[in-house]
Structure formats: structure tokens, C-alpha cells
């Protein structure tokens, strides 16, 4: 009971405050707004771009490491790709020795890709779409949803037969006035594919990665008719071999070990010699920029930082008034019984709630920002930063008015009632 009443004439003894001069407040309280809004708003921004970016790269799937010629993230130096360059390209029979030999993959997968075709449908076509050869697994890969159709049987993918799934808007493009084209046919290269299913409408990423809207899936010893590859030559066409691991840290440093020794193995390279080959896996590309967003999150917190520091003096003046006219109400409280500690709180609860509407303003207007548009960027104000921005602001109201509060409480009952 006597906490709640503490608080409740705290909180009175706050708003009377606030009313007694508002322009003074609203001027002392604008730095703690003014740090909140930078800091949480550069973190939500961050968060935001960050979440956007990852999400961005989903079309590259969770749990794998691909198998391939070039490394993600690339090299050092301006002819970094001249070490990569003259190295062999994955080939068939080294996926189907993966296949047969990993022990710590769920799936193993090869596929190769080609972009800027054209794909033509009846009197329509539709250009710059890529072309993805698959195998059985690459679904497990990566993301394909079916929306209509079905995806690539065994005897499909194992007889290369000429067989397509096409993308939401290459549907749209090639195929306007029908609800479902299946058993339609798409010609690619003037070769015929019948079409056995469309995937579901993806929409643009914040990166503009490729998307499976403006993608069509063949078996991938129908790709192997049109494009050579999976010979394992330098300069041909590259596939890659994605292999899915179990979803642990442990497990896919496990599987990442298991296919460099394999593919070692394979390529019979000699303990000295460097890999021919590149392992990758969809995390570099998000750790290569995750230290961009710590400079813009330690920058949030310097700007932000310097304007709480002056909204932290600006609550510590408000507090030293506010102990000032309030001496006489604090003696007599004193005489009628009222211990130190409750002076103390007192003060403490109304310089932490004179900091929390500081820092709920900057929060308003962070919220605010998120109803701005910024094109395919989705800006998000999250629970976390929320309680972070109210947990800043309580600490800047302790700290602004941990002085002016132990001073009510060490005043002397006789010579505060006698003050004016």
C-alpha cells in the first residue's frame, strides 16, 4: 500500500509540475526525446534493414552449403577472381559421389541456372527470366511453392524430360486468360515444355534477388540439352550442389567438414594443395555486412547519447525547482512521520516519470517514421526497441534525479517548514 500511494503522489506531484510550466518542461524534456528518437530510431531502421536484407536472401535456403567454383563473398585485391577463375566446374559424377558417400546430409542437390531468356507461350512471350535446372531434392533446397500443378517427379528428372514450372508472372505473361495452364506448352529455346505447375506469387525483395516469379524449373538433364554442363570443365556453364544439414551449429560444421574431405577426395588434391573448390554458405553473405550495422547502431547511440546528456540536465533542473518550491510540503511530511527513503522515492518516481514521457514522445515519433513509406523496405518498430527506449529513459530520469532527491531527503523538518 505504501508503494502505491508513493507512486500515486509521485506521479501527481509530476503532473502538477508539468502544469505549473509547461513550456519549461516541454524545453527540459526535448533532449531526452530528441536522444530516444535518434537512438531507436536508427536501431529500428537497422533492425528493419537487416531483417529485409536476410529476408532477402531466403531464395538461397536455411541449413546449406553449396559446393561451387566461386566463393560467395569473393576475395581480397582488385584480381582476387584470377585464383578462381581456371577452377574446375562441379560436375554430375561428383554429385552423385556426394550423394552416395555424405553421411551428415539431409539432402543433396545439384542445380545450374541461366538468365536473359526468353520464354514464349501460344502469341505471347516474356523476356529476361531465368532458367533453373533441377534435380529431385532441389525443392528441399530451396523454396519452390507450388500453387498450382505439382512438382518434377523422378521419371521426369531422371528421363530429362521436357517438363516446366513457371513463375507467377511469367503465367500471367504467357498465359493471361487462363486460370490454370497446365498442359500448356512453352517453347525455351525452341525446344517444347509442357507446363506442370506454377508456383505462388513471391512479390519483389528488398534487394531485388531473384525470384521465382520471373523463374522457370526444368529437369536438369533437360537443362543439360540446351547449356553443357556438369562436366566439371572451367569454362563451361557452372552448377552447384547444395547439401541441407541438420539445424545446428555443430551439425553443419560437421557437414561442411565431411564434403571438403569428400570433394578432396574426389578431386584427389594432395594434402598440400589448397582447395579447388569453394564451400559457401548463405550466413557469409549477412556476416560480410553485419559490421555496416553496427556502425549505424554505435552512430544511433553517440547522437543519441549527447542529446540525452542534455535532456538528463534538463530533468535534473526540473527536479533541483521542483525541491525548491516543494521544501516547505517536504518539512512538513517529514514532522508528520514521513521517513528519508520515502522523500527519496518520492522524488525518484517523478524524475523517472517526467523522463518517461520524454522518451515516449521519441517513441511516437519513431512510430511515426514507420508509417512513412520507404519503397520495399518494411520498417518495423519492434517490442524490443520499445523496451529498450522506456528502459533508457527510467535510467536517465534515476540518474537525473538521484541528486535533487537525496538532498529533499537529508532536509532538516524545522528549517524546511520555516522556508518560503
Known amino acids: 500500500m505504501l508503494t502505491i500511494r508513493l507512486i500515486y503522489e509521485s506521479l501527481g506531484f509530476a503532473w502538477r509540475a508539468l502544469k505549473s510550466n509547461i513550456l519549461r518542461t516541454v524545453l527540459s524534456l ?47 585485391g582488385r584480381d582476387w577472381w584470377k585464383e578462381y577463375i581456371t577452377r574446375p566446374n562441379v560436375s554430375y559424377a561428383e554429385y552423385k559421389f556426394l550423394r552416395s558417400n555424405m553421411k551428415d546430409a539431409q539432402t543433396v542437390a545439384i542445380y545450374a541456372d ?53 513463375g507467377f508472372e511469367v503465367a500471367k505473361a504467357l498465359f493471361p486468360n487462363e486460370d490454370s495452364p497446365m498442359g500448356m506448352v512453352v517453347k525455351i529455346r525452341n525446344l517444347k515444355f509442357t507446363v506442370v505447375g506454377v508456383t505462388k506469387r513471391e512479390g519483389e525483395s528488398f534487394l531485388g534477388t531473384p525470384s521465382n516469379d520471373y523463374s522457370v524449373i526444368i529437369p536438369y ?49 594432395k594434402p598440400i594443395q589448397k582447395d579447388n573448390f569453394a564451400l559457401n554458405r548463405p ?50 511530511q517529514k514532522s508528520l512521520g514521513a521517513k528519508n527513503y520515502f522523500i527519496l522515492f518520492q522524488f525518484l518516481f517523478e524524475s523517472v516519470f517526467l523522463s518517461l514521457i520524454g522518451g515516449l514522445a521519441g517513441l511516437f515519433l519513431v512510430w511515426l517514421l514507420t508509417l512513412a513509406p520507404f519503397g520495399s523496405l518494411q520498417v518495423v518498430l519492434s517490442i524490443k526497441n520499445i523496451v529498450l527506449g522506456l528502459g533508457v529513459s527510467s535510467v536517465i530520469g534515476l540518474v537525473a534525479g538521484i541528486v535533487p532527491a537525496a538532498m529533499a531527503s537529508r532536509l532538516d523538518p524545522v528549517i524546511a517548514i520555516r522556508a518560503n
Not at 62 to 72: H, M, R
Not at 288 to 304: E, K, N, P, R
Open 30 to 76: 526535448l533532449g531526452v526525446t530528441i536522444g530516444i528518437f535518434s537512438i531507436i530510431a536508427v536501431l529500428t531502421l537497422v533492425d528493419s534493414l537487416e531483417k529485409n536484407i536476410r529476408e532477402s536472401f531466403n531464395f538461397l535456403g536455411t541449413n546449406v552449403i553449396y559446393v561451387g567454383k566461386w566463393p560467395f563473398t569473393g576475395g581480397g
Open 114 to 166: 541461366r538468365g536473359g531468356i526468353t520464354v514464349k507461350g501460344g502469341n505471347n512471350g516474356i523476356s529476361e527470366i531465368t532458367l533453373k535446372g533441377a534435380d529431385l531434392d532441389f525443392d528441399k533446397i530451396f523454396e519452390v511453392d507450388i500453387d498450382k500443378g505439382r512438382y518434377l517427379t523422378n521419371d521426369e528428372i531422371e528421363g530429362g524430360r521436357n517438363v516446366v514450372i513457371i
Open 221 to 269: 538433364d533437360s537443362f543439360r540439352k540446351l547449356y553443357q554442363t556438369g562436366t566439371g570443365r572451367w569454362n563451361e556453364l557452372g552448377s552447384d550442389i547444395g547439401l541441407k544439414g541438420f539445424d545446428t551449429d555443430i551439425g553443419l560444421v560437421e557437414l561442411e567438414n565431411e564434403a571438403r574431405g569428400l570433394m578432396r577426395v574426389k578431386r584427389g588434391l
Open 283 to 332: 550466413e557469409a553473405i549477412a556476416n560480410a555486412i553485419s559490421g555496416v550495422f553496427d556502425v549505424l547502431s554505435i552512430a544511433g547511440w553517440i547522437i543519441g547519447g549527447f542529446s540525452m546528456l542534455v535532456g538528463g540536465f534538463g530533468i535534473a533542473n526540473i527536479m533541483f525547482v521542483s525541491v525548491k518550491e516543494r521544501t516547505s510540503v517536504i518539512g512538513l
